[in-house]
Structure formats: C-alpha cells, structure tokens
C-alpha cells in the first residue's frame, strides 16, 4: 500500500513569498489533515477535511494560510505571504476509520519549510 | 490549553534498558489514545494505540500502561534498543480530532 505523498520535501523561500504544499492521501482515505510542527514540538492542527469538506479550519491562519481539497484526494496547502515564523515542517496526514470505530492516522513525510 | 501533557522532554537510556514516557489528560471524552515514533527527516508513524477500556496493551517490546482514574497513560519500551531512538509522541483522539503532546526526545546509549 502506497504511503501519503508530500512534495516539494524541502523548500526554501524569502518572506512575503508565497509558497504552496502538494499532499496525496493513501487511497481511500477520506479524513486528511494538515499540520505545522515547529522544531521542538508536537504536530499542531491546521486544517481537516472529510472527503472534499472541511471540518476544522479554527487554527489555520486564515489571512495567509489558505487550503484545498478538489474532489476529495489530493490537497494543496498555500502561504501567502510568507512570514520568517511560519519556518516548519508542514505534515500531512490521512485516516480512515477502523472497524472498532476509531481513526488510525498515517502521515506523510513532510515539507519542510525555511522562511528568510 | 494544552489538552495533553507529555513528559520527560528528553530522555537517555541505556541499551538494554527501560524506557517510560508519560502523557496526562483532562478531557474524558477522549477514546483512543496513540503512541507515535519519528525519526529525524520522516513523519511521525503508528507505533501502538489503546483504548480507554483497556489498562495495558503490549506489542513485542511495546506496552502502554493506561490508568483511567488518573488520567493518564505511558509508552514502555523493553529492552531499549539504539535503533529506538527517536522523538515519541502520544496523542488522544475524540470526535474526529487528535490531540498530541509536545514529544519525548529519546536516545539510547550503546
């Protein structure tokens, strides 16, 4: 079973850039999420979407982070523009819900961002 | 607020040895409680998960010791191993949302 794919892997920017992310969900997914962990801390929420809806957007910020889900698979993440703390490694990730009525969560290997 | 605190920040152990990692809860809504391990460059992957029902779960060198009454459940790795080093963190998941915690830096002396 293919893995959650990210790219670019890497990705190196000057502020007031704009950048954007590719996510592609393991197949059959329908939960995708998009985290920024910051060196030193555990993944914070950025969005969620469930299928091409989204259900949790409070911690995206909204004046320069925008996201997208097309026809419920693949995800872009946007920045625009960029600011010197938005430096992270953006996460993707996907679930799919397990007969025991629980998310088991898969993540892709992330794009890390550096903001100059 | 946080929703789960994890602890140690760092921790160094000896090959062979035990390694514990804690996690604390408030909200006991949560229903699922997982354990993930990241190495250095890569995402955080499944290591093992519980459920709220359930006091331990163990695969291979991998317990979770969860205690209900307290809020509050820990990650065991026997037999430490070099290859185990990594950054640990634990998450609780309710109504279609995963917290984590801050994550546990471990490394394993040879």
């Known amino acids: 079973e293919a893995g959650v794919a990210q790219s670019p892997r890497y990705k190196i920017i000057e502020k007031r850039q704009s950048v954007a992310f590719w996510c592609n969900p393991i197949?059959?997914?329908?939960?995708l999420y998009w985290y920024q962990q910051i060196l030193g801390q555990g993944p914070k929420l950025l969005i969620q979407?469930?299928?091409?809806?989204?259900?949790?957007d409070s911690q995206l910020p909204k004046d320069r982070f925008s996201a997208e889900r097309l026809k419920g698979v693949d995800s872009t993440l946007k920045i625009q523009p960029a600011k010197l703390e938005d430096s992270a490694v953006y996460l993707c990730a996907s679930s799919f819900r397990t007969s025991g009525d629980q998310e088991t969560q898969y993540f892709g290997p992330g794009t890390r961002l550096l903001v100059l | 607020q946080q929703q789960v605190k994890q602890s140690p920040q760092s921790l160094i152990v000896q090959k062979g040895g035990i390694s514990i990692i804690n996690c604390a809860y408030e909200n006991t809504a949560f229903d699922y409680f997982p354990w993930y391990q990241q190495f250095p460059g890569k995402g955080p992957a499944l290591l093992i998960a519980i459920r709220p029902d359930v006091s331990e779960k163990k695969e291979g060198r991998f317990t979770i010791s969860f205690n209900k009454s307290a809020k509050q459940f820990s990650l065991h790795i026997m037999d430490s191993q070099p290859g185990d080093s990594a950054t640990y963190f634990c998450a609780a998941y309710n109504f279609n949302k995963f917290y984590f915690g801050s994550g546990t830096k471990l490394n394993v002396k040879p």
């Open positions: 197949s059959g997914h329908a939960t």
């Open positions: 979407f469930q299928n091409n809806g989204v259900v949790d």
